[in-house]
């Protein structure tokens, strides 16, 4: 069973190895070699994720099919990184943007889901990026973080 402590230490084995970096295609390189699936690191945060939902203290919201919930605000030790986990089955979620950039972390819980096109691993959107964050194929849970916690939903 994972605490929320825990899953702070997880993510904060990740935001330490990339505090100040760019977020471009060299970091989501770098994150799916470090970090993708396969590694160690990988297989801990999807199962403390599955844990943590289980235990119900994250995804506790729901809304427009999805589950979802900020289980870490921006933070110091994180790098100023926030933390967001979304439960998503074959759909697109509310159109947003990233004024400072998003790094996701794809887990696919059922079938070959897809993100926004991309197969389990890392995906990086540079600052001043935007989408309606979309699950194809079956069903994925969506790690999220985000910059200072900055995103800023649209009507689209």
């Known amino acids: 069973?994972?605490?929320?402590e825990q899953f702070r230490a997880l993510m904060r084995a990740?935001?330490?190895r990339i505090a100040g970096q760019t977020l471009d295609s060299s970091l989501q390189d770098r994150l799916n070699r470090e970090f993708g699936p396969g590694s160690s690191a990988y297989r801990d945060i999807f199962e403390a994720c599955k844990s943590a939902i289980a235990a119900g203290w994250m995804c506790r919201h729901e809304g427009g099919g999805i589950r979802y919930g900020r289980i870490i605000?921006?933070?110091q030790d994180l790098a100023g990184y926030s933390v967001?986990?979304?439960d998503m089955d074959n759909l697109a979620g509310p159109h947003h943007a990233h004024p400072n950039g998003e790094i996701d972390l794809i887990m696919p819980l059922a079938g070959p889901a897809r993100f926004d096109g991309h197969e389990a691993g890392w995906l990086v959107y540079g600052p001043g990026s935007e989408h309606s964050p979309t699950v194809s194929g079956g069903r994925?849970?969506?790690l999220y973080l985000l910059p200072q916690g900055a995103i800023e939903f649209t009507r689209h």
Do not use: I, Q, R
């Open 84 to 86: 967001d986990v979304v």
């Open 1 to 4: 069973m994972s605490t929320p």
């Open 73 to 75: 605000k921006p933070a």
């Open 14 to 16: 990740v935001t330490d």
């Open 140 to 142: 994925a849970l969506v």
